[in-house]
């Protein structure tokens, strides 16, 4: 790997960077053999991630959920997101959420007030249709 | 004397639609009741067994912690914990009752041993502890044994390794024995086995490596001790990292324990078992007393 392509540019924050891999010295993690689909929020990652994470914790009010299905535009406008973070969520992007270093427990809550389940989500994140997730199951309603 | 002691262990997942299908009555349904049958020999073994104590091992889902302020351990010493909102309104549960008095115990003895865990006098549980505990406890009997919940950080890297997990359950075991009161202590380690929840990856899935954790929890706990985060996710994808929650429990029992319990399903996207491990106690006491005894 070479470091100058890990490296944040100068100068932007990290929530506006491209960095995707980010190294770390680890005993328990090997950054040289990634999982395929895998997008462990490490690091900077976390860093980068870590507003918009803020963001769906808000979720776990009564009051932001109803003014989120009310108004999207106003919360996110109201919680200073960037406007990729905003693009994510209108698009309900969530695997590139997981990309930019949320973590799916917070992309459940933020999904869940659009109605979406986890598996729903789920089925998102592979970039799959729902039917297609559920056509891998053993099960198909132990939602 | 009186002391406490390690009555046994038992594993269970933790997902919350677990919780959700056996509060909403649909424990029978063809899709749930391989799973939801295997609660039934756990709640009798609880009647049967009359624990003073439950030790639960379970993660927060960043509701009680966000990522503002992360602990690797954490316990509680509540009296009693609130149920949790985690977007999608609160469980209709009532309150869980904690165990001051030895959560107290359990926090200076842990610190002294030079476990550096946090202590809480407020943590309102989520579905970690929610599922087992709804399905452990059927709704007429909640929650008729204290709870002491114990939680892991397997969600935001860096993770305790599975050997400090392992050692945690070691220094559960040795503060039990050590405390000077009648206290029969069942451990739950809670989590899912092979499952993905992020991700492409999202459903991974291994039930020959989920087969095989089963018969190492039971019989070679070390061995998974020696593992690392990397040969885990790999194994049983990222989310199976919870497993390490598993070896605390199994740490706090003896070396060699006595399965009277397995079961495993897998539904959708995790491989959901559950097992009883009885103790078998200090084997090498037990033998010096028996000796004593014959001469």
């Known amino acids: 790997m070479d470091p100058k392509k890990q490296a944040a540019p100068a100068g932007r924050p990290l929530w506006e960077t491209e960095v995707e891999v980010l190294p770390i010295q680890s005993r328990q993690i090997d950054f040289e053999r990634p999982l395929h689909g895998t997008y462990l929020t490490t690091g900077l990652r976390a860093q980068r991630g870590y507003r918009l994470s803020k963001f769906c914790m808000a979720f776990m009010s009564p009051e ?6 009310a108004d999207p535009e106003r919360v996110m406008s109201e919680m ?3 406007d ?8 309900q992007n969530f695997n590139a959420m997981v990309r930019y270093g949320v973590n799916a427990f917070m992309i459940f809550k933020l999904a869940n007030a659009f109605g979406v389940n986890q598996n729903q989500t789920g089925a998102k994140m592979r970039l799959q249709s729902f039917e297609e997730f559920i056509a891998t199951r053993n099960v198909k309603d132990a939602l | 004397m009186p002391h406490g002691r390690i009555i046994g262990g038992l594993g269970s997942p933790h997902a919350p639609s677990i919780g959700v299908a056996y509060n909403s009555g649909k424990g029978d349904t063809p899709s749930w009741k391989p799973l939801i049958d295997g609660y039934k020999p756990m709640q009798a073994w609880l009647e049967a067994k009359k624990p003073d104590l439950m030790i639960i091992v379970a993660n927060d889902h960043a509701n009680s912690f966000f990522f503002d302020r992360y602990p690797t351990f954490a316990l509680s010493v509540a009296a009693e914990h609130e149920i949790a909102d985690e977007g999608w309104g609160k469980w209709p549960l009532p309150r869980v009752p904690g165990h001051s008095e030895f959560g107290w115990q359990l926090a200076h003895s842990l610190v002294d041993q030079e476990f550096d865990i946090a202590v809480c006098q407020e943590l309102p549980l989520d579905h970690g502890c929610l599922t087992p505990l709804s399905c452990l406890f059927p709704p007429e009997r909640r929650w008729w044994v204290p709870v002491i919940p114990i939680i892991v950080n397997v969600l935001q890297p860096p993770l305790p390794t599975a050997k400090r997990c392992y050692d945690l359950g070691r220094a559960i075991r040795r503060i039990v024995e050590a405390y000077p009161k009648k206290l029969d202590v069942v451990m739950v380690g809670t989590g899912g086995l092979s499952h993905q929840l992020s991700g492409e990856r999202y459903g991974f899935n291994d039930t020959a490596w989920d087969s ?6 039971e019989t070679d706990p070390e ?3 020696r593992m690392t985060h990397q040969e885990l996710m790999e194994r049983g994808g990222a989310d199976s990292v919870e497993e390490i929650m598993w070896l ?6 003896s070396p060699k324990v006595r399965r009277v319990h397995r079961n495993y399903y897998l539904p959708m996207v995790t491989g959901f078992a559950q097992v009883i491990f009885e103790d078998l106690g200090d084997e090498a006491a037990a033998r ?5 005894k014959a001469a």
């Open chain 1, 64 to 69: 932001t959920r109803d003014a989120f299905k």
């Open chain 1, 80 to 82: 200073a997101l960037s």
């Open chain 1, 84 to 91: 990729y973070e905003k693009t994510l969520i209108r698009e």
């Open chain 2, 212 to 217: 095989e954790f089963l018969d190492l929890i």
């Open chain 2, 223 to 225: 061995r998974l001790a």
């Open chain 2, 248 to 253: 605390v429990m199994r740490g706090a029992l």
């Open chain 2, 288 to 292: 010096k007393a028996a000796s004593r």
